[in-house]
């Protein structure tokens, strides 16, 4: 077995995507498993998009094809918004190792510029996005955002179907799969459509706590298929460095509040 | 390290001098007593070298306008946010090379703004994350602010007391 994948094996020998992520792959006892479709929900300004391109970064440098798919703006301007990483590199993009792809490309591609998908569209949505998985030996994917596509699947039988439909076909090809989720602020449920939650092997909440007047950006591994993992809460800050995560402070919780 | 309040100024460069001269180190210093500006102009008439020291500053930002951006220094918004510092201090952590003294200056001025439990919670988790990474964390504890509670909290935590008027 070649060295790069016995060290992505843990202790039980269960093959692990290292998120590269510090203190996540601590919570998670060593990545996530192989093949999980993990959904990284919450509201705005929480850090999920961050953290989702990050956890692409490192699978780029340590030479797994990433590959991320940008829903709701164009991949460019993405860019430019992201925390500018000292380890990102420009090469990764011209080497392909790194590949930006915008959806409304490749709806208008394969004729889908439409407000409502149809069964059939779905299908031809999902074979796409497997074909240029397999095409490119894409072994993490990074779709942002599932909401703005269930937008315009309407029904939660379609909304099921397409992430049952696409979960399978990634799991299949070894590709490692984050579906970021947009919640509004104070949601009780994982995602906008309740179902995405229900499907996806993985839950990662981002939230914004309010305690004392002050706002931290907090991170919770809710659910994960295929290893034990932390569900305490964890307190994030977006750096040059990366991620980094601190254990949330509970001296300081309120009766009935955090 | 605990120190009178009339002592702060030879406190300080008694630790530099021992840290970052002797040992060679680089320093983070946090700072919830003094904004980090404050702390630079009098480590600047003292002629400490200051390349190698880097401020995490939790007290300017709520002193609203003395939180003025400039090299080697990070803020955090309010001393409340103590997990902005642990989280500010790893960022040094894996930004600065070579070994590295953490100060923190000073215990009492944060139990000002955060209740016991969640400052020995800090403190806890703060040292021994520091430990495993084998830096070394100085602790000012100013006598006259000192209290029964955060004596113990520092007994907890701490490897060893100095009483810096004894060792000067």
Redesign the interface.
């Known amino acids: 077995m070649p060295e790069a994948e016995e060290e992505e094996l843990n202790a039980a020998g269960e093959s692990r995507c290292i998120t590269g992520i510090d203190g996540l792959d601590r919570i998670l006892n060593g990545g996530i498993p192989r093949g999980n479709t993990v959904l990284i929900t919450g509201s705005c300004g929480t850090g999920k998009t961050t953290l989702s391109f990050e956890f692409l970064l490192h699978g780029a440098i340590h030479d797994e094809n990433s590959l991320f798919i940008s829903v709701t703006e164009n991949w460019e301007k993405l860019l430019k918004n992201v925390i500018p990483y000292d380890f990102f590199d420009d090469s990764l993009l011209k080497s392909k190792k790194l590949i930006m792809i915008d959806l409304g490309a490749i709806y208008s591609k394969l004729g889908l510029e439409k407000a409502e998908f149809t069964m059939e569209d779905i299908d031809i949505i999902v074979r796409a996005i497997g074909d240029i998985v397999r095409e490119w030996s894409i072994k993490r994917l990074v779709i942002d955002s599932i909401t703005s596509i269930c937008f315009q699947l309407k029904t939660k039988e379609k909304i099921r179907d397409f992430i049952l439909s696409l979960g399978k076909n990634l799991s299949e090809a070894g590709c490692t799969c984050i579906l970021v989720s947009e919640i509004s602020p104070g949601e009780q449920s994982y995602s906008m459509y309740g179902v995405e939650e229900a499907i996806a092997d993985g839950i990662v909440l981002m939230a914004n706590l309010q305690?004392?007047?002050?706002l931290?950006r907090t991170l919770q591994v809710v659910k994960m298929r295929g290893t034990m993992h932390s569900r305490a809460k964890y307190?994030?800050?977006l750096?040059s460095?990366g991620v980094?995560l601190?254990?949330?402070?509970?001296?300081?919780s309120v009766p009935g509040g955090i | 390290m605990v120190i009178k309040v009339d002592d702060y100024l030879d406190a300080m460069r008694g630790t530099m001098d021992a840290f970052l001269l002797e040992k060679d180190l680089s320093a983070i210093y946090i700072t919830s007593t003094i904004p980090s500006q404050s702390i630079k102009n009098v480590l600047t008439i003292l002629e400490i070298e200051m390349s190698r020291i880097y401020f995490v500053d939790c007290i300017s930002h709520i002193m609203m306008g003395t939180a003025v951006r400039s090299e080697h220094v990070s803020f955090v918004?309010?001393p409340?946010?103590?997990?902005?510092i642990?989280?500010?201090v790893?960022?040094l952590m894996?930004?600065i090379e070579g070994k590295k003294l953490v100060l923190l200056d000073s215990i009492n001025s944060l139990a000002i703004h955060?209740?016991t439990?969640?400052?020995?919670?800090?403190l806890h988790?703060l040292v021994n994350n520091l430990r495993a990474k084998e830096a070394y964390t100085l602790i000012l504890s100013v006598e006259e602010q000192s209290s029964e509670e955060i004596s113990n909290m520092l007994g907890l935590v701490c490897d060893e007391s100095l009483n810096f008027t004894e060792t000067k």
Do not use: A
């Not at chain 1, 305690?211 to 002050?214: E, F, V």
């Not at chain 2, 439990?117 to 800090?122: A, D, H, M, Q, T």
């Open positions: 305690r004392r007047g002050d931290l307190v994030l800050d750096t460095v980094l601190v254990p949330l402070l509970k001296g300081g | 918004e309010s409340t946010m103590l997990e902005n642990m989280l500010k790893e960022y894996r930004s955060n209740n439990k969640i400052l020995s919670e800090f988790i």
